[in-house]
């Protein structure tokens, strides 16, 4: 299973649909490396081209890693190590090209309907199950950015429960569409 | 479908197994009102017993039902709406009694295999299908303490993913497993 997660905080949307870079919020760092290790995934990307935030990101990293942290939780320090820090999504794309050997399918979410190029779960299970190395990306804020959809191999249905009400947090999304994915 | 939520702060175990009441994480309220909100479940319940803890979701909660959270996000509002704060999780089932005039199974989560009363995600959705009220108790910092577990109905049985690693953050956690259960 090649998996790779990626949380970007730009190129995304606010509130009233400007573009922005989003700031780094430290539990999604923590909570999306500990699903990626939960589920096996094999890299975490966060997506920044803000230097102080990717400061941020790396100084958590190495507390947690080879600091103190480590020594404290080795749990957290298994999950943290998978943290990558890059630039932009097509950097993700280009370092996770050079691991496996073959381009990842880029697989974008957005809780948005009908935007193009739709792939439902079982689908997208089954890009894993045969093997493709899949970039699954995530936008903070108010959401991915449309170049960032429209670079997308594809875009994974939005999630829904048994309502119209679909404000989840990233977190949230990101834990239940991993277990969508690679779930028991 | 009758699915309430509690988020137990007390009685929890720390790190070294004692017994303590665990600070609120004021992430926590926000995504797993959202979620709750999300998924069509009636209520959540908040549960702690410290005062100043109780105080601190109460300012949050009133800042986005009544202040002027609301406005500026009426999402966040019609989620947070559905916090209940309570001091023990019996005061959450007899709350949810008075609602539903009928005593709430009572299903615990724990990370752990083999607690006892374990059941399946399959058999709990079953319960929630029959339209029976459904208290379903998640704990935060190491865990439910083993008398919340004794005091329950049935213990859902953990989140694995395809590895034996499964540190989720309570917020993970708590996503992935109401998507299990009412999830389309």
């Known amino acids: 299973m090649r998996l790779y997660l990626g949380l970007v905080h730009f190129p ?20 999306i490396s500990r699903l990626a290790r939960t589920y096996g995934s094999k890299g975490f990307f ?7 935030q990717k400061r941020l990101v790396e100084r958590i990293r190495e507390h947690w890693t080879e600091g103190y ?9 298994e999950a943290l190590e998978l943290v990558h820090l890059v630039d932009t999504v097509e950097y993700a794309r ?7 050997g073959e381009r990842p399918v880029l697989l974008a979410t957005d809780a948005s309907k009908g935007v193009g190029r739709t792939i439902g779960y079982k689908e997208a299970r ?12 995530f936008g903070t804020a108010w959401g991915l950015h449309r170049s960032v959809l429209e670079a997308a191999d594809y875009v994974l ?3 829904y429960g048994p309502t119209e009400y679909n404000h989840l947090s990233v977190r949230a ?7 969508r994915l690679v779930g028991r």
Do not use: F
């Open 173 to 179: 999304a990101a834990s239940i569409i991993v277990d």
């Open 157 to 159: 249905e939005p999630v």
């Open 126 to 137: 089954n890009l894993l199950e045969k093997n493709r190395p899949v970039c699954l990306c």
């Open 46 to 52: 966060v997506i920044t081209p803000l230097k102080d």
């Open 94 to 100: 280009e370092e996770i090209t050079k691991i496996e």
């Open 69 to 77: 942290g480590g020594l404290y939780n080795p749990d957290r320090k």
């Open 12 to 31: 995304v949307y606010n509130k009233n649909r400007d573009t922005i870079a989003s700031a780094v919020t430290t539990l999604d760092i923590h909570d």
